[in-house]
């Protein structure tokens, strides 16, 4: 049996070679460049090793359709989004795998909106994959190729032009910044950024050779060498990105890390603080946001579980700021899309307008603790595990929107079935890591007790 690439609402990956292959590649571009013959799509990416064979191939298949590329070069998946909309093209594909370890790749496909594409638009995309009916352009309509080479400038400026974001400001403070970039994408903007908002920077990991120096998401088990450099160095802040830029992870001046949650949470703070409106989150966002909302005094919003979700609904109710608790700041300013290097220069903007220390910021915010994990189902069904836990929490607040979502006076549990794999995943939020973790415990026992 042929191995499957995982499919979800945000796109395709694969392990290279394995789930994800020159074939894998063709199967699912074809149909997307079929759907803009005559038209323009941008490409860009990550330069994990296997983008020297994954972008010529995407390019090549693009053209033999019958549409045009534009290739952007290494590029965060924002600048793919942001470029996609400014040069008002059909679409885009960002060649990347996101957070995940290096032998992975994959696909990012972009609407001619600047957007991912919605559920029902990649459920499309997906079903005429699966007909394999290719239609190749013959040689007098094949597409061209163009290179554009000022994405990166125009995603800095889309940031510098922000009304309440300050460069003079910022640049007199002269902040300390650690920073890993973790060989990824963001080694061609966030050092640009920092260093024209006046910051000296300490790098690791900067070099964009796609050779990741460590396991690339930005958790804090994965950001110990950056830790260091903070204490090192007395910075102000440490700063790490993933290798496709859309995540923002924060070390406080302390050493300590901020956890990704914060991320969102401060620079909803300081957006709500300028400007107030609706908020938009996932489910699985920490409850420190609404405490933020609800200060402001305005609307929040919970969708599904990823960033399309957010984004189209963040649209829908022209929400000011909005993202997931991964550290995915979505600014509609900007556009409607997770975006790493805007997250920061929020960030370096409250720190500077404040004259407070970023570990004094955070905890001047509700304090919640956050664990994730998952459980195997093996012969128990994931209806099954929903079905125990809405009985069991009868009283308690339950959203259906994403699997159960169980919300009470001092904590709530977000359960979700994985799509591509026999597991439930658990989410738990609580006032202080013992209840946190008991929570937790508790709710994995009851899980594997139903397999009995």
């Given at each position: 049996?042929?191995?499957?690439?995982?499919?979800?609402?945000?796109?395709?990956?694969?392990?290279?070679?394995?789930?994800?292959?020159?074939?894998?590649?063709?199967?699912?571009?074809?149909?997307?460049?079929?759907?803009?013959?005559?038209?323009?799509?941008?490409?860009?990416?990550?330069?994990?090793?296997?983008?020297?064979?994954?972008?010529?191939?995407?390019?090549?298949?693009?053209?033999?359709?019958?549409?045009?590329?534009?290739?952007?070069?290494?590029?965060?998946?924002?600048?793919?989004?942001?470029?996609?909309?400014?040069?008002?093209?059909?679409?885009?594909i960002a060649i990347t795998a996101s957070h995940n370890p290096i032998q992975w790749n994959g696909l990012k496909f972009v609407g001619s909106d600047?957007?991912?594409?919605?559920?029902?638009?990649?459920?499309?995309?997906?079903?005429?994959?699966?007909?394999?009916?290719?239609?190749?352009?013959?040689?007098?309509?094949?597409?061209?190729?163009?290179?554009?080479?000022?994405?990166?400038?125009?995603?800095?400026?889309?940031?510098?032009?922000?009304?309440?974001?300050?460069?003079?400001?910022?640049?007199?403070?002269?902040?300390?910044?650690?920073?890993?970039?973790?060989?990824?994408?963001?080694?061609?903007?966030?050092?640009?950024?920092?260093?024209?908002?006046?910051?000296?920077?300490?790098?690791?990991?900067?070099?964009?050779?796609?050779?990741?120096?460590?396991?690339?998401?930005?958790?804090?088990?994965?950001?110990?060498?950056?830790?260091?450099?903070?204490?090192?160095?007395?910075?102000?802040?440490?700063?790490?990105?993933?290798?496709?830029?859309?995540?923002?992870?924060?070390?406080?001046?302390?050493?300590?890390?901020?956890?990704?949650?914060?991320?969102?949470?401060?620079?909803?703070?300081?957006?709500?603080?300028?400007?107030?409106?609706?908020?938009?989150?996932?489910?699985?966002?920490?409850?420190?946001?609404?405490?933020?909302?609800?200060?402001?005094?305005?609307?929040?919003?919970?969708?599904?579980?990823?960033?399309?979700?957010?984004?189209?609904?963040?649209?829908?109710?022209?929400?000011?700021?909005?993202?997931?608790?991964?550290?995915?700041?979505?600014?509609?300013?900007?556009?409607?899309?997770?975006?790493?290097?805007?997250?920061?220069?929020?960030?370096?903007?409250?720190?500077?307008?404040?004259?407070?220390?970023?570990?004094?910021?955070?905890?001047?915010?509700?304090?919640?603790?956050?664990?994730?994990?998952?459980?195997?189902?093996?012969?128990?069904?994931?209806?099954?595990?929903?079905?125990?836990?809405?009985?069991?929490?009868?009283?308690?607040?339950?959203?259906?929107?994403?699997?159960?979502?169980?919300?009470?006076?001092?904590?709530?549990?977000?359960?979700?079935?994985?799509?591509?794999?026999?597991?439930?995943?658990?989410?738990?939020?609580?006032?202080?890591?013992?209840?946190?973790?008991?929570?937790?415990?508790?709710?994995?026992?009851?899980?594997?007790?139903?397999?009995?």
């Amino acid at each position: 049996m042929k191995k499957q690439p995982m499919l979800s609402v945000s796109g395709v990956r694969g392990i290279v070679g394995d789930t994800l292959t020159p074939e894998t590649v063709i199967k699912y571009v074809q149909p997307f460049a079929q759907q803009r013959v005559g038209k323009t799509i941008v490409v860009g990416g990550d330069p994990r090793v296997s983008h020297r064979i994954l972008r010529p191939l995407v390019k090549a298949t693009i053209m033999a359709s019958g549409a045009s590329c534009i290739d952007i070069g290494i590029a965060p998946t924002p600048t793919v989004q942001l470029v996609t909309e400014r040069l008002k093209a059909a679409g885009g594909i960002a060649i990347t795998a996101s957070h995940n370890p290096i032998q992975w790749n994959g696909l990012k496909f972009v609407g001619s909106d600047g957007l991912f594409l919605s559920e029902q638009e990649i459920e499309e995309l997906f079903r005429l994959a699966e007909l394999d009916e290719h239609h190749y352009a013959n040689w007098k309509e094949l597409g061209e190729e163009q290179h554009y080479n000022r994405a990166i400038d125009d995603h800095l400026e889309a940031i510098f032009q922000l009304p309440y974001i300050d460069p003079e400001l910022i640049r007199k403070k002269r902040f300390r910044i650690a920073l890993d970039c973790v060989n990824g994408a963001g080694g061609v903007i966030v050092p640009r950024l920092l260093e024209e908002l006046g910051c000296t920077v300490y790098g690791i990991n900067l070099e964009t050779s796609g050779v990741f120096a460590h396991t690339p998401e930005p958790v804090p088990q994965n950001l110990t060498q950056l830790a260091a450099l903070v204490k090192e160095k007395k910075a102000d802040l440490g700063i790490a990105v993933d290798p496709d830029v859309d995540r923002l992870a924060l070390i406080g001046n302390d050493g300590n890390p901020l956890g990704e949650e914060y991320t969102l949470a401060l620079a909803v703070k300081f957006v709500l603080s300028k400007k107030l409106g609706p908020v938009v989150i996932n489910l699985s966002t920490s409850r420190v946001i609404e405490d933020i909302v609800q200060y402001y005094n305005c609307l929040l919003y919970r969708t599904k579980v990823g960033e399309v979700h957010v984004a189209r609904k963040m649209r829908e109710v022209q929400a000011v700021i909005g993202g997931e608790g991964n550290g995915g700041v979505i600014l509609p300013d900007v556009h409607l899309g997770r975006d790493a290097p805007v997250g920061i220069a929020l960030i370096l903007q409250l720190m500077a307008e404040t004259g407070e220390r970023i570990t004094e910021l955070k905890q001047s915010l509700p304090q919640y603790y956050i664990l994730k994990d998952k459980v195997s189902l093996q012969e128990v069904s994931p209806e099954k595990v929903l079905e125990h836990f809405t009985r069991k929490y009868g009283d308690a607040r339950l959203d259906f929107t994403d699997g159960l979502r169980i919300d009470r006076p001092d904590s709530w549990i977000h359960l979700r079935k994985s799509n591509t794999e026999p597991i439930v995943r658990i989410i738990v939020e609580a006032a202080t890591p013992e209840i946190a973790w008991r929570i937790l415990q508790e709710t994995k026992t009851e899980i594997n007790n139903l397999k009995i």
